[in-house]
C-alpha cells in the first residue's frame, strides 16, 4: 500500500506529541481521513457534532495543558465552522493547529462547488497560514505551524487541497528551476529564556520596595507560579487582584487575596486600585482599563513574557520582559520584608466581610432557586483537584465569586473573545486529557443550546463529564447590559415553555436531572457528580437575579432606574429579588 502524503502529516504530528485530532470528516478531507486511520494506533480522532466545537476543544485542551491543540475541519462550511474557537485561541494566546481541506489544485480559482480560499479567510486568525501545493512540503510546513503557535502563542493554519493529500508522501512533482531542494526540519521547539535581565529586575525592586500600599495584578501567565506569587506577596504584604483567567494562580481562602476585578469581581479589589500607590502586574494583560488605577495616582511595574504586551494598557513605569515564574523568582531576594502589615490586614479584613455577603446569597429558601446558591452545592460536593469550565454570560459570575479555588482546581473560559458556548467542548477536551479528574461544565440554557449536540459527543467517546445548567431561559448577561445602559429589557427572554435539557441528556444514553426546587439541587447534583459517565442537571433559577457589580457607581444606579422608568417589564420580580439580597446581607 503506497504511503500518501496525509500519512506524512499525522506522523509529524504524532512526532511533535499530538496525540488527539477533534475533528469532523467530510469529502475535502478524506484523505487526511484515511492517513488518521492507518495511525490510529499513535493519534486518535476524536469524532465531534460541530466544526466549532471541534474548534473550542482544540484551544481548551491547550489552555489546560499547555500542548499544541489540534483540530480539522473539511473545506468550505466546515473550516468555516472552526473560526470562532479559533478566535478564542488567538485572543487568550495559547497554542492551535487548525488544518483544513481544499479543493484540488486543478480546479481552483474556478469556482467549484465548496471552494472557499480558507488561507485568505483565515488570515486574520493565523500567525502561521499555508496553503501546502507539493508534497514535499510536508512535514517541514507541519513543524514551522507548530513551532510559530508555541513561540507566538496562538493558532497556525494549514489547509490541503484534495490531490495533494493523496498524492505519493515526500512526492516533488516539479522541476526545480532554482538552486532549492525540499527542506528538511526537525519536530523541536526550543522554548526561550524567560529570565528577566538583572538591571530590570533591580529597577521593579527598588520601586516596589518603596511601595506603601501595593497591589498585585495576576493573570493565566502566572498560573504555573502559585508558590512564587504567594512568596512575593508575603514580602511586600500586599493583597493580590485575580483576572477571571488566572483565578486558579492561588486559592480563593488565600489571606492575600481580594479576588476579582471588574464587573466579575469583588469590591474589595476595587477599592483596592484606587489607593494603590504601586500596581504590580503580573502575567495579565488585564483588557478593562476602567477597572486600572489613574496612571498620574499609582506608579506601575508589569512583568510580561510578550514585549508587544508590556505597557499595552496603562502607563508602565517598570516594564519587564519574562515568564512570570523565573522573574518573581529573580526578584524575590531583592524585596525587603514588611515589619507592618497594616495594609494588607485592611483588606483581609474587607474580604472577610465580602466572603460572607456572598455567603449570604447562598440561600435554599430561595424560591426561584438561586443561582448563587445552585453554584455553592457545586463547590461543596466537587473534588478538591476538580476542573471547572465556564461559558460566558451571568454563570461566570456566579462561578467568579462561588466557585472556590482550592488544592489543584482549575478554573476555565473564554477570557477576551467571551464567546457563548466553549463550556462543554472545554470540558470534554480537558477529560480527554486528564481522565482520572472530574470535570465540570457549568453553563448556561443559551450557551448549552448553541452546541448541546456535543453532550452525545461525551456519551459516544464514554466521556463522565459533568454538565450543570443555570436555567434562567433567557440571555441574562445582555438583560442586566440593557438595564445598565437605562433601556428596558426587550428580545433576550425566551418564550414559555422552559426547555428540559434533562430529557435530551437521557434521550443520549446519559444521566438527566431536572430541578426546579431548591430542596432537591443537593441530591441531584450530588448524583450527577457521583454517576459514572456523563451527567447533565438542569436547574430552573431566577431569571430575576441581578449580576451585581462589586461596587455600584452612581451612573449605573441611574441608568438602572431610567430603566424601571422606561418600563422595564419585570420591574416587579427584579426589585424583589434586590431587596430579599440586600436583607440577607445585613444577615437576615
Not at 504511503?3 to 509529524?12: G, H, N, P, T
Not at 489540534?70 to 488567538?90: R, W
Not at 467542548?425 to 486529557?433: G, K
Request: hydrophobic content about 40%; overall charge negative.
Amino acid at each position: 500500500m503506497a504511503r500518501i502524503a496525509s500519512e506524512s502529516l499525522i506522523e509529524r504530528l504524532a512526532a511533535w506529541g499530538v496525540d488527539t485530532v477533534f475533528g469532523l470528516p467530510g469529502d475535502g478531507i478524506n484523505g487526511i481521513m484515511e492517513g488518521l486511520r492507518r495511525h490510529r494506533d499513535r493519534v486518535r480522532f476524536v469524532l465531534v457534532h460541530h466544526e466549532e466545537a471541534a474548534a473550542f476543544m482544540a484551544t481548551g485542551y491547550a489552555k489546560a495543558t499547555g500542548r499544541i491543540g489540534v483540530c480539522l475541519a473539511t473545506s468550505g462550511p466546515g473550516g468555516i465552522h472552526l473560526l470562532n474557537g479559533l478566535y478564542d485561541a488567538k485572543l487568550d494566546h495559547v497554542p492551535v493547529l487548525a488544518i483544513t481541506g481544499m479543493q484540488e489544485t486543478s480546479v481552483l480559482g474556478t469556482g467549484y462547488q465548496q471552494e472557499v480560499h480558507l488561507d485568505k479567510l483565515f488570515a486574520d486568525v493565523a500567525e502561521y497560514n499555508m496553503m501546502v501545493t507539493n508534497p514535499a512540503q510536508l512535514p517541514s510546513l507541519v513543524d514551522l505551524a507548530i513551532r510559530t503557535s508555541y513561540a507566538r502563542r496562538g493558532v497556525s493554519h494549514l489547509t490541503l487541497p484534495n490531490d495533494i493529500q493523496v498524492a505519493e508522501a515526500g512526492a516533488d512533482p516539479y522541476k526545480s528551476v532554482a538552486p532549492v531542494r525540499a527542506p528538511q526540519t526537525a519536530p523541536v521547539y526550543l522554548q526561550p529564556s524567560g529570565a528577566p535581565r538583572q538591571e530590570d529586575v533591580e529597577w521593579a525592586a527598588e520601586l516596589l520596595n518603596r511601595a506603601e500600599r501595593p497591589a498585585m495584578l495576576v493573570g493565566q501567565g502566572a498560573l504555573h507560579a502559585r508558590e512564587e506569587v504567594l512568596a512575593v506577596a508575603q514580602a511586600l504584604g500586599a493583597p493580590v487582584v485575580k483576572t477571571l483567567p488566572g483565578k486558579a494562580v492561588i486559592p480563593d481562602d488565600s489571606p492575600y487575596t481580594t479576588g476579582g476585578l471588574g464587573l466579575l469581581g469583588t469590591r474589595p479589589s476595587e477599592e483596592l486600585m484606587d489607593e494603590a500607590d504601586v500596581l504590580f502586574m503580573v502575567g495579565t494583560n488585564f483588557p478593562y482599563s476602567k477597572f486600572l488605577p489613574e496612571v498620574r495616582d499609582t506608579r506601575v511595574v508589569q512583568f510580561e513574557a510578550d514585549p508587544t504586551r508590556a505597557g499595552a494598557r496603562i502607563a508602565t513605569d517598570v516594564p519587564v520582559v519574562c515568564d512570570a515564574k523565573e522573574g518573581l523568582r529573580a526578584l524575590l531576594p531583592l524585596l525587603h520584608p514588611r515589619e507592618s502589615n497594616g495594609h494588607l490586614a485592611k483588606y483581609q479584613k474587607m474580604m472577610a466581610k465580602w466572603r460572607s455577603d456572598m455567603e449570604a446569597l447562598e440561600n435554599p429558601d430561595r424560591d426561584p432557586i438561586a443561582p448563587q446558591y445552585v453554584m455553592s452545592i457545586i463547590d461543596e460536593l466537587a473534588t478538591d483537584d476538580a476542573i471547572m469550565t465556564c461559558d460566558s454570560g451571568t454563570i461566570a459570575t456566579w462561578a467568579a465569586r462561588h466557585w472556590t479555588i482550592r488544592g489543584g482546581r482549575e478554573f476555565y473560559l473564554s477570557g477576551t473573545l467571551a464567546t457563548m458556548a466553549p463550556g462543554l467542548p472545554y470540558a470534554i477536551a480537558m477529560q480527554h486529557a486528564y481522565p482520572g479528574r472530574q470535570v465540570i461544565a457549568y453553563v448556561g440554557d443559551g450557551g448549552f443550546s448553541m452546541l448541546m449536540a456535543e453532550f452525545l459527543t461525551a456519551v459516544q467517546h464514554r466521556l463522565p463529564v459533568k454538565v450543570i445548567i443555570n436555567n434562567n431561559n433567557s440571555l441574562g448577561q445582555i438583560l442586566w447590559e440593557q438595564m445598565v445602559l437605562g433601556y428596558p429589557e426587550h428580545g433576550v427572554r425566551y418564550a414559555q415553555p422552559e426547555a428540559d435539557f434533562s430529557a435530551w441528556a437521557r434521550s443520549c444514553g446519559g444521566f438527566g436531572a431536572k430541578v426546579t426546587k431548591s430542596e432537591d439541587v443537593a441530591h441531584a447534583i450530588g448524583q450527577a457528580l457521583s454517576h459514572d459517565g456523563p451527567a447533565l442537571v438542569d436547574v430552573d433559577v431566577n431569571p430575576n437575579e441581578p449580576p451585581m457589580p462589586g461596587k455600584v457607581s452612581y451612573d449605573q444606579a441611574k441608568s438602572f432606574a431610567q430603566a424601571f422608568l422606561k418600563g422595564q417589564p419585570h420591574k416587579a420580580a427584579i426589585a424583589t429579588t434586590l431587596f430579599k439580597d440586600r436583607i440577607q446581607k445585613l444577615g437576615d
